[in-house]
């Protein structure tokens, strides 16, 4: 009955998309919430993209499409416990920096970097669903952001960034980008190393993110360059030697928002890559932020940008969004067939034997803290707390729009005061808030470190006397605004404490990298503990 249950639906899913009118155009970002640094490549008539994730495992999100829109998570290139340990102690927006996807010859490659562990790594899959290899750990690779170039010889080569010719420091936040030939298929770097740039301008800063690519015979690099905030911005490069010069085109940046300034709906835009379609047409993926009321509270998104190539003074010269050259919220879509893919579903009762694909967690697992029994998410009450930097009980995944409603439902009891568990909003360790059912109360917590600097400040917000087993938790989030509920049932929900000021967790008050998660928590705060917590269900939708 089961199958057939499937079966249908999978027919139903099929009838709509075939059904359904391609729309004209497509809105912008194709990937909402955390989901920086993206890298595209294609095979075939499908492209795959993969994107930064930092200290959150599994890491390096994986997703698949047929038109460049249309986006399914199919897996995560770090998805075993073994392939790399997410130390206790990794800090906030530590971890896996901005990673390069690449097919070359039968097989997928991610180059990438373990801030604040071991360095640069590759690893492989003949399917991108996975599974992917252990990492191959890259020797004398300084800096980070690394990415692999195939010439029409085969050879491979490997661009990062970073400075190699002892040129640091000249001016403030120098940085270049150098590149070496590499084995690929064994981590190995071959000869020697050349700096091919320091970014586009005298006192550029912080060139990173860098792409090779070879176009009409002619060699040009893109990179990053002014850092992931404010005055971020594409630049290119030009060579018709693939060991350079490498000069700086005369039209850079060819992709900025810094000149709009702060209020802008749309900024700090950076960290692109190309994609030559099927037709020939081209096409950029990249981060940008999006305000709301002033605030960021998405952190770094991807987008989408069409691109011209076209034949300048400076050589080949890749025009943003020609006519506007800005990111655009809303426009034309790539010439190709509209594919739509199943939606992340809104609720997840838990019923299959294996967590879905947005789940996340804080560092790596050491072991299986968590079971799925019955249709019920089981955790253990672990002493780690998520005010700590290291693995808790917490299982979270991306929030995904400016106005949204999330809930789930919680099966606890305990007779000691340091046992709680509860819905938990998360940014990083001090930033966060915490709606919690502990021995004889509800309590609402906030956690927060302002400009990740000093100390943190938790405070009680508010609680209420609660000594039933079952409780529904709920948050309704509006732009910079955020309310929480408690009840027995969804039908008698009640209002904790006063309306919260949700920019606790955006970009202008926590700073750095990692983005926006909401999830389900466990902790005995200090203390073993033989209790679990038990989660029906989650719910997380947009408004």
């Known amino acids: 009955m089961k199958k057939q249950h499937t079966a249908f639906l999978l027919y139903l899913f099929s009838y709509l998309v075939i059904a359904q009118k391609a729309p004209e155009t497509f809105k912008n970002p194709i990937l909402s919430g955390f989901y920086p640094d993206p890298s595209i490549c294609r095979v075939d008539d499908t492209y795959y993209m993969v994107n930064s994730s930092f200290e ?36 906030n927006s530590n971890g896996i920096f ?66 190699v010719d002892g040129t640091q420091k000249e ?13 690929p298929d064994k981590g190995v770097l071959l000869g020697e190393k050349k700096q091919l740039t320091y970014g586009h301008a005298s006192n550029a800063r912080w060139a990173e993110g860098p792409h090779l690519y070879k176009i009409d015979g002619e060699y040009l690099l893109l990179i990053g360059e002014g850092g992931t905030g404010e005055y971020h911005a594409v630049t290119v490069f030009n060579s018709k030697s693939l060991w350079g010069p490498y000069i700086p085109n005369h ?25 030559q379609t099927q037709n020939g047409d081209w096409w950029s993926v990249m981060l940008a932020k999006r305000r709301v009321d002033g605030f960021i509270t998405l952190a ?27 990111l655009q919220a809303v426009q034309e879509r790539p010439n190709l067939p509209w594919t739509p893919v199943p939606e992340i579903p809104e609720k997840d009762d838990f019923n299959k034997n294996n967590l879905a694909l947005e789940w996340n967690f804080l560092r790596s697992p050491k072991y299986e803290w968590y079971k799925i029994i019955n249709g019920d998410l089981e955790l253990q009450l672990r002493p780690e707390t998520v005010s700590e930097l290291v693995n808790p009980s917490f299982i979270a995944q991306r929030t995904r729009h400016h106005n949204y409603i999330a809930s789930t439902k ?11 568990a509860g819905l938990v909003i998360y940014r990083r360790h001090g930033n966060h808030f915490q709606l919690l059912k502990t021995k004889n109360e509800i309590i609402l917590l906030k956690t927060l470190q302002k400009d990740n600097k000093g100390d943190f400040q938790s405070e009680k917000i508010a609680s ?55 999830g389900m928590y466990a902790t005995s705060e200090g203390n073993k503990s033989s209790k679990t917590a038990s989660f029906d269900w989650f719910e997380y939708k947009q408004k």
């Open 410 to 420: 919680l099966v606890f009891k305990t007779n000691k005061e340091n046992e709680k």
């Open 464 to 518: 209420v006397a609660y000594t039933k087993k079952e409780v529904i938790f709920k948050v309704d989030v509006n732009s910079i605004n955020a309310q929480f509920y408690y009840g027995e049932n969804e039908n008698s929900l009640k209002v904790i404490g006063n309306i919260q000021d949700y920019t606790v967790i955006s970009d202008d008050v926590a700073q750095r990298f990692n983005g926006v998660y909401i």
């Open 56 to 91: 959150w495992y599994p890491g390096l999100p994986i997703h698949k499409s047929k038109d460049l829109v249309n986006w399914q998570k199919i897996g995560y290139g770090l998805h075993r416990s073994d392939q790399i340990v997410y130390e206790d102690g990794l800090r």
């Open 300 to 326: 770094r998104e991807t987008f989408l940008a069409k691109v011209e190539m076209t034949q300048q003074e400076s050589g080949i010269t890749p025009i943003y969004n020609p006519g506007k050259g800005l």
């Open 251 to 275: 039209s850079n940046p060819v992709m900025t928002h810094r000149h709009l300034g702060k209020t802008h709906f749309i900024g700090q835009t950076g960290h692109a890559d190309l994609v």
């Open 171 to 183: 001016w403030p936040g120098k940085n270049g980008i150098w590149m070496q030939e590499i084995d």
């Open 98 to 163: 901005a990673p390069s996807i690449r097919y070359n010859n039968g097989t997928f490659y991610i180059i990438t970097t373990m801030v604040g562990q071991k360095g640069n790594f590759i690893i492989t899959a003949k399917n991108p669903e996975g599974p992917w290899s252990d990492p191959m750990w890259i020797d004398n690779a300084p800096g980070i952001d690394p990415s692999l170039f195939w010439d029409d010889d085969g050879r491979c080569y490997y661009t990062g960034a970073g400075i």
